[in-house]
């Protein structure tokens, strides 16, 4: 099992910054991919980034590429996704996930294990 713990978000201007954090605890030695995931309203989960636990390598979306950065500490066993530039469409329920088999960087429906989420609110 992995416990995922997120942390940050908020409320925010368009154009501003923020700061979201996951700290993983438990069988985290299982994990290939740690990825971020958004959710608005009546839409479907959507990836935003994941990096490759091993070697940090990273993934973006086209919507959030330049703007977001993802990063790890492996020592805390943290991910962080450090998003700037921000906008009223970057609005959404934000989730991270543990992916195992190496494989599904991309699909949500292939993560193992996901943090409770936490809600960013871009005005606008």
């Known amino acids: 099992q992995v416990q995922l713990v997120e942390s940050g978000g908020g409320l925010v201007q368009a154009g501003g910054s923020l700061g979201l954090s996951c700290a993983a605890s438990?069988?985290?030695?299982?994990?290939?991919?740690m990825g971020w995931f958004r959710q608005a309203p009546g839409k479907e989960r959507q990836f935003v980034a994941a990096?490759?636990?091993?070697?940090?390598?990273?993934y973006y979306s086209d919507s959030v590429k330049g703007r977001f950065t993802i990063s790890r500490d492996n020592a805390k066993n943290t991910v962080y996704l450090q998003m700037n530039s921000l906008k009223s469409e970057d609005t959404a329920v934000y989730s991270c996930?543990?992916?195992?088999?190496?494989?599904?960087?991309?699909?949500?429906?292939?993560?193992?294990?996901w943090g409770q989420g936490t809600q960013v609110t871009v005005s606008s």
């Open positions: 438990g069988r985290t030695f299982s994990v290939s991919y």
């Open positions: 990096i490759r636990w091993s070697d940090g390598r990273t």
């Open positions: 996930g543990a992916e195992q088999s190496g494989r599904y960087r991309f699909d949500p429906n292939e993560y193992d294990y």
